[in-house]
């Protein structure tokens, strides 16, 4: 029996040994490896393409012929030479970068530069690496550093928190171009197409088939954007996103500081009614949230109502229509993160305020016009968007019955 288990005992604790010894060999190599390549020195420190940026790359090329010819530098940078010096100048300071012994660095105007290229266009960041000439690893940085920069400098100016007198102004606004009294904004989402992050599930997947984020905003008269909630979910509705966010938590608890009640032009004898919010059928009714009658085959006045808050709700559709022509960023899928894809659509926002508040040479012009922006989304609950207050059904029936008697206008459906 002795004879029969010791060479069974033996061949195990050889084969114990020899599994150790391959493991320590193993790691060994792998150490051997790391120190070999720490101590590898780098064949080059710049590559000798990227050295002769300032002699060939496209900011010190291209863009100095550029700016010879206001119309092409607009078509290039969708901003004219007098705006961009506008611009440089609020963010140069911030995203301006020490020279060191080793090499110098990009100035504030070729980052400037290549952060708007790539809003401009949409381009990947390797593309746009070689046609300025700096590294990929370059862009990756300067890009999210830049759209963050200009929407710190630009947010005090051109994206102040409206007050009750801004509330008004806007409201007058949509008197006066659109026909609807007492409206404070048109409000809509719009779905920014972007990369799915790891294991991320279904979170970013969209009806449409599609990986996004979701841009919440309330457009003025002008095609200007007031407030904008960026960062929701692209699997959420529109309405579960307006739930969860911090402007529509605002509006149910009557925080947003809208002026008082006033009754409509003309229908002193309806009373006093609530400065509201336009939207689609995609969100519920509220006191101060106005959306369409439902159903195809409807009263006359319900359809004149209809008529009257889409023709103020579109301004929204318009301002999303200018943004994603202004910035072809949004013409394509964003092969980004969502936190660096949210950085840009909130910089491509406060631009496009920039860009209205500034005449064609750049000049400044009034300040203060536009939007309280909030966090990004979290939460992302299902919200029924058929349940409303009586409240908000009466107010909703007070506007329609305006808009079909002292409110009426000459052009709207009369059958």
Same mark, same amino acid.
């Given at each position: 029996m002795w004879e029969e288990v010791v060479p069974d005992g033996?061949?195990?604790?050889?084969?114990v040994e020899l599994e150790l010894e391959e493991r320590v060999s193993l790691l060994y190599l792998l150490w051997r490896a790391e120190q070999r390549r720490k101590r590898r020195p780098r064949r080059t420190w710049v590559h000798q393409l990227l050295q002769r940026r300032e002699q060939f790359g496209e900011f010190h090329h291209l863009l100095q012929e550029l700016r010879l010819d206001d119309g092409r530098f607009q078509r290039y940078h969708r901003m004219s030479p007098g705006q961009?010096?506008?611009?440089?100048?609020?963010? !140069?300071?911030?995203?301006?970068?020490?020279?060191?012994?080793?090499?110098?660095?990009?100035?504030?105007?070729?980052?400037?530069?290549i952060c708007l290229r790539f809003l401009a266009t949409g381009d990947s960041f390797r593309t746009i690496a070689f046609s300025f000439r700096v590294g990929v690893s370059t862009v990756c940085q300067i890009i999210p550093q830049v759209a963050t920069a200009i929407w710190d400098c630009l947010v005090d100016d051109f994206m102040a928190v409206p007050s009750t007198a801004d509330w008004r102004s806007i409201a007058e606004g949509f008197q006066e171009r659109w026909n609807f009294p007492l409206c404070c904004g048109a409000l809509d989402g719009k779905h920014v197409q972007t990369k799915a992050p790891p294991n991320s599930g279904s979170m970013f997947h969209n009806y449409k088939g599609?990986?996004?984020?979701?841009?919440?905003?309330?457009?003025?008269?002008?095609?200007?954007?007031?407030?904008? %909630?960026?960062? !929701?979910?692209?699997?959420t509705?529109?309405?579960?996103?307006?739930?969860?966010?911090?402007?529509?938590?605002?509006?149910?608890?009557?925080?947003?500081?809208?002026?008082?009640?006033?009754?409509?032009?003309?229908?002193?004898?309806?009373?006093a009614q609530p400065h509201v919010f336009v939207a689609d059928e995609a969100f519920p009714l509220q006191r101060e949230l106005m959306r369409p009658f439902p159903g195809r085959l409807l009263p006359l006045e319900k359809r004149i109502f209809n008529y009257r808050l889409s023709r103020a709700r579109m301004i929204v559709e318009g301002a999303f229509g200018a943004l994603s022509s202004q910035w072809r960023l949004y013409r394509r899928p964003m092969e980004l993160r969502p936190e660096i894809a949210e950085k840009c659509v909130k910089a491509t926002c406060?631009?496009?305020?920039?860009? #209205? #508040?500034? %005449? %064609?040479?750049?000049?400044?012009?009034?300040?203060?016009?536009?939007p309280a922006v909030v966090e990004p989304l979290q939460g992302l609950g299902r919200v029924a968007a058929n349940h409303s207050s009586r409240e908000a059904v009466l107010v909703r029936k007070k506007f329609m019955a305006h808009f079909s008697a002292e409110g009426a206008v000459s052009w709207q459906p009369k059958e």
């Open positions: 033996i061949c195990k604790m050889a084969a961009f010096e506008d611009l440089l100048s609020r963010v !140069g300071p911030r995203i301006a970068r020490r020279d060191t012994n080793y090499r110098r660095s990009i100035p504030p105007a070729e980052r400037l530069s599609t990986f996004s984020i979701v841009l919440l905003a309330v457009v003025d008269a002008r095609y200007r954007f007031r407030i904008i %909630d960026v960062g !929701g979910y692209g699997r509705s529109d309405g579960g996103i307006l739930a969860n966010s911090t402007f529509g938590q605002a509006l149910r608890a009557g925080t947003l500081h809208l002026p008082p009640d006033q009754p409509l032009p003309g229908g002193e004898h309806r009373g406060v631009l496009h305020n920039f860009l #209205c #508040c500034l %005449d %064609d040479r750049g000049a400044p012009a009034v300040r203060g016009v536009a």
